[in-house]
């Protein structure tokens, strides 16, 4: 009933005045009250609401309703489209001046849209009350800091160029799991002979996991540098070389499954090599937790290596927590930064997401085989960011971008996909 | 208007006498073979439905994908039922305050549109119409802003009210439709009696517009319960209606085709009752799409 | 004067509601939309610099956009003439008195009841675009499955995975679920046409065919109209089953201004969703508007 009254008072009011507040942008942030007193509700968005990425966040969750025993956590989880369906509605709740207490967003040029739009909260001071820059490893909070204020909580780090394999369908092709090819040419050399097996050698999925194949294949060919360039301008999309990249990318496209389109998400690929349908998957490292929820072992059932040609290279991404502007429960939302920030968190979070700690300070000496790798992998290793994750280009030209690459999945045109990178790059790079 | 749009009028039919009995046979075989076969064309995607909502992990041999389950497993309903329940109530709390407040406004603008014209009244009517037909797509943008401008809050409460108001221009051309039909000599009676406007409504026109009442809720009913462009735009997961927490369960990471054929059937209940018990009614809905009945 | 007013005030005041909330949310809506795509709003950060129509010039110049809109003329085409075809073939049928015509009809006319998302769900299934003789082909599904195992393995193909024809794999659960529509269309069509007329023709010696052509069919030109008409302009705005069958709405093959419109609304280029929008205003405008006309028109006739 109450809803009724809400619609026909709503309705009454629409013939007086349209405009009336909109995005609530002078309440203050700051407030009193530490966030060890907060109570109520603190709602948090993320597009984790299944599988494995679930468990992750119902792992944090766990250490902050521990932490903060007067609060309660509100899951504001919108499943669907590798986050696309969530960032809809997450854009429209923002426009409409009704954010969540903190939602999750890609460090990097994604975060770069909610500053420039005004919508999130300056979280500079919450760092120093919390010592946590220092806790942080610099290449990280460089990467967060945009004009001299940080804006998020990083909660992990993942990285995006690992190929995951089935030990088993690779042994049938004659091939050593632990010896993967050095580079390109070797790594379709080897998937010649899986194919000649009969399975497929390469799994993908649909549109963004296409893009994140192009980008593994692009940082491959292209070198750090090379790759790097392609954002800021130094590296020609239209050169030799980049044709070069593309042709890569076109065969390894044709070593894939051709459902592709239809697969729904990440997983469905990654279950094909799971299930020993495929051979090769590249993906983010997040696969590393659904083998492990699925109880497939490393080195047995499945193993792992940087993508060929990228060793010594960390194709980076990391989710982060903000406080947007005009949050219905600031002190919750910094109770729940807190648990995100703090290494406790970061521990129980990332040992079940399959990710490694963004806090340096976290422990982590359960963690699986592979997570400890990538740890000292992240330390010693070259840094890029990640194209298809918003980490490296805004979601605009992202979007662009995937177009184009969805498009080449169907015409495998070379020039084409060259000529129109190079338009959207040109359109994005002033 | 709506009752009778599919009765046979006449029960005509070949006249003529008997020529060929054997031929005749031959093309009524052929016929009910014919329409047999479109009925299984079109039961195809409801067998689909209905027995891969019933198989469980084990039976997830592609090749038995056409089959029978081998063990009938309910688990994939009750995932579905858990994740749906929610977003059911939550669509009967959407869409039936907004086909009853639809259909009383178009109601009384059919009414005043048929019997208690004033100049311009066809080109008020014709700019009402037009309203039903545009995408909504043109209005999104300073929808989503002037949705939040006059507050109301994400979810049912805003699609409520786009229900109600995107729903007013057929909500009315059905009962315009319907009240031509009432001899005007009623309404000419009232008024020589005195009665006003709203005295004619109640004692003449409203005690005759039942049918055209159960044409339009049938029609505000499955629209608005079918409806997933505004749900999209102004509702999420856990306050949006059943469509958006259907094209999630479907969506999600591993589609699980279990619980999300389990969960079509259960987001297709509703309106699949209203149309086997009132289907005339349903129909005459559809026709009234036509704008001219 | 006064005496008129007072006749048709009431009236005016009854509609008034009405008139404002259309007013409002159609037509205020529809100029604020076209004031959105003139500017350069094309990030989350606002910005209302007024850019002319550049927007539509750039969308219209874009491959990607003009290739939306060649996916949106051959849905439309498949679409209008599959359910008219079958629609059609299906009052004619059943036009004739039969034996258990009502519960042919119901079966028919069935689909129309579910939504796009419901049946989506389904489709996405029907239409997976793995085949048998495929690598990775024994997880063949769908109806190439179907296909392969009733001996008809050549017919099985890509679906809507093909960036030319694909599609018009979408307009088929489209036709699926609306040709039953359709076919109540004609069927009051049939029975509208009055028995004398046929039997006029028929004593006079007309075949049947010769019946069909000069006799029913210009008369069930209006209700061919509006069938037209109707579904246009369904498919002119067909978003929801191409949301629930194809799982990412950035899919080049498959994609639409109403797809492409969320595309971009998701990206935050506010301007371009505005132009996008109206671009599909002004197509279905084409479609409608003359009908409108035509109808008023007929009516005061």
Known sequence: MRRRLTLIAAAATLGLTLAGCGGAADKPAESAAPPAEATGKVGVFTWWADGSEKVGLDALTAVFTKDYPKLTFDNLAVAGGAGSQAKSVLAAQLKAGNPPDSFQAHAGAELQDYIDAEQLEDLSSFYTDNKLTEQFPKDLVDRLTVGGKIYSVPSNIHRANVVWANVEVLKKAGLDPTKPAENLEGWFADMDKIKATGKTPLSVAGSWTQVQLFENILLSSLGVDGYNGLWDGKTDWKGADVTKAIDAYKKALSYTNTDRDSLSDWAPATQLVQDGAAAYNVMGDWAEAKFAQDGDKAGVDYTYFPTPGTAGVFDFLADSFTLPVGAPNPDGAKAWLTTVGSAEGQSAFNKAKGSIPANITAKTDDFSEYQKSAIKDFSQDKIVSSLAHGAAVPVAWLNDLSTAVSKFGGDGNVAGLQDSAAAIAAKFAQ | ?293 | ?301
Request: proline residues 5%.
């Open chain 3, 1 to 301: 004067m006064f005496r008129r007013v007072k006749h048709w005030g009431p009236g005016l005041l009854l509609l008034a509601p009405t008139i404002i909330l259309v007013g409002v949310f159609v037509y205020w809506l529809i100029f604020e939309n076209f004031r959105v795509s003139l500017t350069n709003q094309h990030t989350a950060k606002p910005s209302n610099k007024y850019v002319g129509f550049e927007n539509y010039t750039n969308l219209l110049a874009d491959p990607n956009f003009q290739h939306s809109l060649w996916n949106l003329l051959i849905l439309t085409v498949v679409f209008l003439s599959g359910t008219l075809i079958f629609g059609f073939l299906w009052a004619w049928i059943l036009d004739k008195p039969a034996k258990g015509e009502g519960f042919f009809r119901a079966v028919y006319l069935f689909p129309m009841s579910v939504s796009f998302i419901a049946s989506g769900v389904v489709w996405r299934w029907l239409l997976s675009s793995l085949q048998t003789d495929q690598p990775g082909g024994e997880r063949t599904t769908g109806l190439n499955r179907l296909l392969d195992s009733v001996g008809l393995g050549f017919m099985q193909n890509d679906w809507w995975s093909n960036p030319t024809w694909g599609i018009a794999a979408i307009a088929v659960p489209a036709i699926w679920q609306l040709s039953g529509y359709v076919m109540a269309l004609f069927l009051a069509g049939f029975r509208g046409i009055p028995e004398e007329l046929r039997e006029a023709a028929r004593i006079d010696g007309c075949s049947e065919w010769k019946l069909y052509r000069y006799v029913i069919f210009p008369q069930l030109n209006p209700v061919m109209l509006s069938a037209v008409i109707i579904i246009g302009h369904m498919s002119l705005k067909l978003f929801d089953l191409i949301r629930a069958i194809v799982p990412d709405a950035n899919t080049y093959d498959v994609q639409v201004p109403a797809t492409m419109m969320w595309v971009k609304y998701i990206g935050s280029d506010y301007a371009d969703a505005a132009a996008i929008g109206m671009i599909l205003l002004v197509l279905v405008a084409i479609v409608v508007i003359p009908y409108l006309m035509y109808t008023s028109r007929a009516e005061k006739r």
């Open chain 2, 1 to 293: 208007m709506a009752t009778s749009i599919l009765e046979r009028t006449s029960s005509g039919g070949t006249a003529a006498g008997a020529p060929n009995q054997t031929k005749r046979r031959i093309n009524r075989t052929l016929k009910y073979a014919l329409l047999l076969l479109f009925v299984i064309m079109i039961l195809i995607p409801a067998y689909v439905l209905f027995i891969t909502s019933f198989k469980g992990s084990s039976d997830a041999d592609p090749s038995r994908a056409w089959l029978l389950p081998e063990t009938w497993e309910t688990a994939g309903w009750a995932k579905a039922w858990t994740t749906l329940a929610p977003a059911l109530g939550r669509t009967f709390l959407l869409v039936i305050p907004a086909a009853i407040i639809s259909a009383t406004l178009g109601s009384i603008n059919g009414y005043v549109l048929s019997k208690w014209r004033f100049p311009g009244a066809n080109i008020v009517f014709t700019l009402i119409l037009f309203g039903m037909f545009i995408p909504y797509q043109a209005v999104m943008i300073p929808l989503t802003q002037l949705m939040s401008n006059i507050g109301v809050p994400q979810g049912i409460p805003s699609l409520m009210l786009l229900h109600i108001v995107y729903g007013l221009p057929i909500c009315t051309l059905i009962f315009r439709n319907y009240y031509e039909s009432v001899p005007s000599e009623l309404i000419e009676a009232a008024r020589m009696d005195g009665a006003g406007i709203m005295r004619t409504y109640t004692s003449v026109i409203f005690p005759v517009s039942a049918p055209g009442f159960v044409v339009v809720l049938i029609w505000q009913f499955t629209s608005a319960w079918n409806d997933y462009l505004f749900a999209a735009f102004f509702s999420s997961g856990r306050n949006g209606p059943v469509t958006i927490a259907l094209s999630f369960l479907a969506g999600g990471q591993l589609t699980d085709y279990a619980a999300s054929m389990a969960g079509a059937l259960i987001a297709s209940v509703p309106t699949l009752i209203v149309y086997i018990l009132l289907g005339k009614y349903f129909v005459g809905g559809l026709m009234s799409g036509s704008v001219k009945g």
